[in-house]
């Protein structure tokens, strides 16, 4: 039975100082670390590698320059750590190279340390620093192997020795712990953690995310009857922003209108092929920043992430939209879809890269009868309340206890 979202876990772990050693700060895992203060007595401190976010910079696939207009440091302990990196990034390995991170971790003395991924150089720093000093070392990430092999067997050998080095591994999902498992990590270290987002924010009942929805609406000259779909992200091929177009036209639905939120390198052919499309039916609006992300999932009534691309490792605006009471409709290559959409249930799937499948999705989405889509509603409601950071917290409260019982 799902947590509710304010409860405090009951796990008790041992009294530990934890390090947490993350990228940058984002305004996914800033409200959980927040959460996390405020309802748990772990000790901890978050050492950032790159300030991304919280100053402006730019994103070579949304093409923007921007700095994320929420507070991402607020309510909780972190420190920056000089990045040396000629070229500062997660877009490549040595994109995160900290040469002080090992002198910053011991001047505060952790006994366990969380480390959020492992592709650069200042991670796999952070895990040898870790092991040398005997140190508990926790993993959090959201790989999986979905629409591709596994690896060969050099690869695999290298990531079960990676693996191997932690005591405790948080899982957010399926797809995520069947991965997890292929690389030989055993079932009793790992830990049920989800992928969750910040509820406070993402509340469909607050009065100023129905009025900016409702101004929206009034701008885009979208009927009260107009079944909208959303499509909100980067314009990348692999998230397929032109595959949805094509779909959504062939089908020339009427009372319903597609409406693209976000940027990026596929922009100019997505404007290409709308131009002789009658008006009205395709909407496009600027990238949006954080805080005006729940207005617009409340202009829909699908919200719909097509990925093909297997680095959607998990797909964080599905939680966003559900969190808003929107179905979803989302490719079976998305890392969420096993835990979050079910066809017919809380949402639909088609097969990634199949066209006519898509379009069939669509078509079924828009034509469902409004008594379906209220019992959709509720389910999509019933699902997401196991995804927060309540439960987040659990499973990393969990982790922490097999730690201090093994050592």
């Known amino acids: 039975m799902p947590l509710p979202s304010s409860a405090v876990p009951a796990v008790s772990p041992p009294p530990v100082r934890l390090a947490i050693v993350l990228s940058h700060p984002t305004q996914y895992y800033s409200p959980w670390f927040r959460w996390l203060r405020r309802h748990t007595a772990v000790e901890f401190r978050v050492f950032y590698l790159w300030k991304f976010g919280v100053e402006p910079g730019r994103d070579p696939q949304f093409q923007k320059t921007f700095a994320w207009d929420v507070d991402l440091l607020e309510g909780y302990e972190s420190e920056f750590v000089p990045n040396a990196a000629r070229d500062p990034g997660t877009h490549h390995f040595r994109g ?104 406070k924010l993402f509340d469909p009942g607050r009065p100023d995310h129905r009025s900016a929805a409702l101004a929206l609406r009034r701008q885009l000259g979208l009927a009260p009857e107009t079944r909208v779909l959303l499509f909100a992200g980067k314009f990348t091929a692999a998230k397929q922003p032109l595959a949805l177009l094509n779909a959504f036209l062939a089908l020339d639905a009427r009372d319903a209108a597609l409406v693209f939120v976000g940027d990026g390198e596929e922009k100019s052919a997505l404007l290409d092929r709308v131009r002789a499309v009658p ?129």
């Open 96 to 199: 995160l190279r900290n040469p002080t991170l090992g002198a910053h971790l011991a001047a505060w003395r952790p006994e366990a340390l969380l480390l959020f991924g492992y592709a650069y150089a200042s991670h796999l720093r952070t895990l040898l620093w870790a092991r040398r000093r005997q140190i508990p070392l926790l993993f959090r990430g959201d790989s999986h192997f979905l629409g591709r092999a596994a690896p060969g067997q050099g690869k695999m050998f290298l990531l079960r020795l990676l693996y191997r080095q932690f005591a405790a591994v948080t899982y957010v999902g399926a797809a995520n712990r069947d991965y997890f498992t292929a690389v030989g990590v055993p079932p009793e270290k790992l830990f049920f953690a989800p992928h969750a987002v910040d509820e």
């Open 279 to 407: 008006p009205g039916r395709v909407h496009f609006l600027p990238f949006a920043n954080q805080s005006e992300m729940p207005a617009r999932y409340l202009l829909a009534d699908l919200f719909v992430l097509p990925s093909r691309g297997v680095y959607e490792t998990w797909g964080l605006a599905v939680n966003e939209a559900m969190q808003m009471s929107v179905p979803c409709l989302v490719s079976d290559r998305v890392g969420c879809q096993r835990d979050l959409v079910t066809d017919d249930e809380t949402g639909w799937v088609f097969r990634a890269g199949d066209v006519a499948h898509l379009q069939a999705k669509l078509s079924t989405a828009l034509n469902a009868p409004p008594a379906q889509r209220e019992i959709m509603k509720k389910n999509v409601a019933a699902r997401i309340a196991g995804y927060t950071y309540a439960q987040a917290t659990e499973g990393l409260l969990r982790a922490l206890a097999s730690i201090g019982s093994n050592h």
